[in-house]
């Protein structure tokens, strides 16, 4: 697995948006209603509703992956 920084949506609990740390980030993450929620690789624990599969295909195609967690870090 790849290392992604994670970005958090202020207004909705649990969403978040993963870009590798090889990539730019976008530029929807800079607008204020994006927080900067941690970093997701090998030595962290990978929330469950990560799917990295789905998010290399995601990276592929949009240069970043959105995903909906309950995992209390990215709240």
């Known amino acids: 697995m790849q290392n992604y920084n994670v970005f ?3 207004s909705v609990e649990g969403l978040c948006c993963a870009v590798p740390e090889s990539r730019a980030v976008p530029h929807f993450l800079a607008g204020g209603h994006w927080s900067f929620g941690g970093k997701l690789d090998e030595s962290a624990a990978i929330p469950v509703e990560f799917d990295d599969r789905a998010a290399e295909t995601a990276v592929r195609f ?3 992956y959105l995903f909906q967690t309950m ?3 990215f709240h």
Do not use: K, T
Request: charged share 35%; proline share 0%.
């Open 71 to 73: 995992d209390s870090r």
């Open 8 to 10: 958090c949506l202020r």
């Open 62 to 64: 949009n240069g970043f």
